[in-house]
C-alpha cells in the first residue's frame, strides 16, 4: 500500500517543530528514523496531516556524559549508541541488549528515542529504560520537563508524551559500582520482537528483574536480597501478576513459565557479572 496524502515539514530547528506539533496536534507525526513510522504510513494505520522531521536538528544529536548520567539526544541512532566507545563501561545493560533490536540495517537508521516514543511492549529499549530508571525529557513551545520512564510508559504503545511535545533526549544513569548486569531475549528469530525479554540489575542489596513482551508495556520487579527458593516462589508470584496473554507467537502459560526461567537465569548472569 502508499501512504495517505501529507504534508511534509524538514524543521529548521526545534523552534520550528514545537511550533508544528503546537499547530496540528494529533495531526503531526513526528519522524527521525522512520522505522516505526514509515510502515504504519504505508499500511494506513497512521493518517496525519502533516509529518514533521527533526532528524537533521544539530540540538537532537549526540551522547554526553552529564554527572553520573548520559544524555542520548532524539537524533542519535541506535547503531551510533552501539558504536560508542564508552557504551560497556557506562550502560553495560544496553551493550547487552541493542544486538536484540532488530537487524544491522534497522539500527542503522532507527533511533533510540523513536522506540522510546513508539512504545512497543516487546521492544528491548523501553525495557532497559525502565530498568535503569532512565527519564524522558519532553520539549513544547511551553517549556521542557523530565518524566521517569516507570510514569512515561502507560500503555500498549501509549506513552504520557502529550501532543505538543517531542521527546528531546532520554537520560539513563551509568554503570555503578559493584552492580551487576544482565540481559536475555527469547523470539521466533533473532530480530523478532521478543515472546519475552529480561533484564537484570542486581546488587549486594537487591535484584531488580524487568521484563518485556507479557504485559501491554514493560514491567519491573525489586526483591530485594531474596535468593534459593524463596526468590523462585517470588518470581513465580510476579509471573502470575502480568497480564499475560495468549497471542500467535505464544499462550501466556508459556509466558509466565518463560519469565519464571529466563529471569532466573537473567538474575544469576547479573550476579557473576557483579561478583
Known amino acids: ?52 522531521d527533526i532528524m537533521h536538528l544539530p540540538a537532537l544529536r549526540g551522547i554526553e556524559t552529564t554527572g553520573n ?3 542520548i539526544g532524539a537524533g542519535v541512532r541506535q547503531a551510533e549508541l552501539l558504536a560508542w566507545p564508552k557504551l560497556a563501561e557506562q550502560l553495560p545493560l544496553l551493550k547487552a ?19 522510546a ?30 518524566v521517569a520512564a516507570a510514569e512515561f510508559f502507560t500503555g500498549m504503545m501509549t506513552t ?21 548486569y544482565a540481559f536475555n531475549e527469547f523470539g521466533r528469530r533473532h530480530g523478532d520482537f521478543a515472546i519475552v525479554a529480561c533484564a537484570a540489575i542486581v546488587t549486594a542489596a537487591n535484584v531488580r528483574l524487568a521484563v518485556g513482551g507479557v504485559a501491554d508495556r514493560p514491567a519491573l520487579r525489586d526483591f530485594g536480597a531474596l535468593d534459593g527458593k524463596a526468590l523462585d ?18 499462550t501466556a502459560r508459556y509466558r509466565r513459565e518463560l519469565v519464571r526461567q529466563m529471569g532466573r537465569e537473567t ?6 557479572w557483579h561478583a
Open 160 to 180: 504520557a508524551r502529550a501532543e505538543n511535545e517531542l521527546i528531546e533526549a532520554v537520560h539513563i544513569p551509568a554503570r555503578q559500582t559493584g552492580t551487576g
Open 97 to 115: 541488549a541493542l544486538p536484540w533490536v532488530g537487524h544491522a540495517q534497522t539500527r542503522s537508521r532507527g533511533t533510540v528515542c523513536g522506540s
Open 69 to 71: 548520567a548520559i544524555r
Open 1 to 52: 500500500m502508499k501512504p495517505a496524502r501529507f504534508d511534509y515539514i524538514r524543521a529548521g530547528d526545534l523552534a520550528e517543530a514545537h511550533h508544528a506539533l503546537a499547530e496540528f496536534g494529533n495531526d503531526a507525526r513526528l519522524i527521525a528514523g522512520g522505522q516505526t513510522l514509515m510502515p504504519m504510513l504505508s499500511m494506513r494505520l497512521v493518517r496525519p496531516q502533516v509529518v514533521v
Open 267 to 272: 538474575i544469576e548472569e547479573a550476579r557473576r
Open 117 to 146: 516514543a513508539h512504545a512497543d511492549p516487546s521492544a528491548e529499549i523501553p525495557l532497559c529504560l525502565l530498568a535503569l530508571d532512565a527519564t524522558i525529557e519532553l520539549s513544547s513551545r511551553r517549556g521542557r520537563r523530565r
Open 233 to 250: 516462589d517470588a518470581l513465580d508470584v510476579f509471573a502470575w501478576t502480568l497480564d499475560a496473554r495468549d497471542d500467535l507467537h505464544a
